[in-house]
């Protein structure tokens, strides 16, 4: 069997991490971009100082921002953040026609207004594709530096699944699969949420103890809104639930850490995300998109309700950790 061509969709930090990872001398990998100026510069400076600094690519990664050449590999990843994923299937949608390539999607985020998560905002637009999902704990900058790591892949179609967990032999990624598909994304997104509340505990310098069980707590929170939207409890407990939980809760290296401390220490939201520029927190449109997903489906979820009340400026985070303490008392087991 040839070996199969594969196109990363998304230049950021873990799109070229992707192409690192999976681009070698018997395979080369396009990775694209939206915009042509940062493309043009990872072709000429070899390397993407805007979000991995320091990390060379290699001769076997081909940046583009041609997508309809990147629609020419049998295999797309899809590292593109939430909000815009909708307008970048939509046109993969019309540049496809018969063709029907495998999606990998490795964003990780909830739809506001519906609930729906980033597998199904795919299938709206391309109903006939094959769609898996990657997640787990993988911060890009380890990933992209060869640093071993381990992820899960979901996927309905078993041969499809098949065809993506080999993608990643002889490298340093150790792929898991799941026919859980639903609990995966739940994982991965919810995790972004929980990472925030982390941050806030650390920049308000509440300590080990304070995280540790806040994080534990998240866990159950997690597990709880994430069987109560489909997944599977067992999901919860693998890479993309505590897995990915931990190493966004505990790396200062997480965006969503980054912004919690940040905003833990007293800085404003407005003056975060303006210093982050082109970066994107996952967990502030998840925070929304979960809070939402929480009423409708009547799922307690306090964390997540304390971290909306500081996102929206409605309460500070000495407020909030507050809130969380004086909550009436419950027995551990209640999750």
Not at 87 to 94: D, E, H, P, R
Not at 124 to 138: C, R
Not at 233 to 240: A, V
Not at 308 to 327: D, F, H, N, V
Request: glycine share 12%; proline share 4%; aromatic share 4%.
């Amino acid at each position: 069997m040839s070996v199969p061509s594969v196109s990363i969709l998304g230049a950021g930090g873990w799109g070229t991490a992707l192409a690192l990872l999976l681009s070698g001398p018997d395979r080369e990998v396009v990775l694209w971009g939206h915009d042509p100026a940062h493309v043009e510069a990872l072709a000429k400076e070899g390397t993407n100082a805007k979000y991995l600094h320091g990390v060379g690519l290699s001769s076997s990664i081909r940046p583009t921002a041609d997508l309809a050449l990147a629609l020419q590999s049998e295999i797309l990843f899809l590292a593109i953040p939430s909000k815009y994923l909708a307008g970048i299937v939509s046109q993969l949608a019309a540049l496809c026609g018969n063709r029907s390539p495998i999606l990998v999607s490795c964003t990780k985020g909830i739809e506001l207004e519906r609930g729906l998560l980033m597998s199904e905002l795919i299938s709206e637009q391309m109903p006939s594709a094959i769609i898996a999902v990657l997640s787990g704990p993988n911060l890009a900058g380890e990933i992209a530096q060869g640093i071993p790591a381990a992820g899960v892949i979901g996927c309905h179609d078993v041969t499809a699944l098949s065809r993506v967990q080999e993608l990643f032999v002889g490298t340093r990624f150790r792929a898991y699969t799941s026919g859980d598909v639903r609990g995966i994304q739940l994982g991965g997104a919810l995790k972004n949420i929980f990472a925030i509340a982390a941050g806030i505990s650390d920049g308000l310098g509440l300590g080990e103890n304070a995280r540790a069980g806040l994080v534990t707590r998240s866990l159950a929170e997690m597990t709880r809104l994430g069987i109560a939207m489909g997944g599977s409890r067992d999901t919860f407990g693998g890479l993309s639930g505590i897995g990915d939980l931990m190493v966004t809760c505990f790396s200062p290296r997480s965006r969503n850490h980054q912004l919690g401390f940040r905003l833990g220490s007293g800085e404003s939201l407005a003056s975060i995300i303006t210093s982050m520029g082109s970066m994107v927190a996952e967990g502030i449109p998840t925070t929304m998109s979960a809070q939402a997903a929480a009423r409708r489906l009547s799922v307690m979820t306090p964390i997540i309700n304390e971290v909306s009340e500081i996102l929206q400026c409605r309460k500070t985070s000495a407020e909030a950790m507050k809130s969380l303490m004086g909550r009436d008392l419950r027995a551990e087991e209640e999750i």
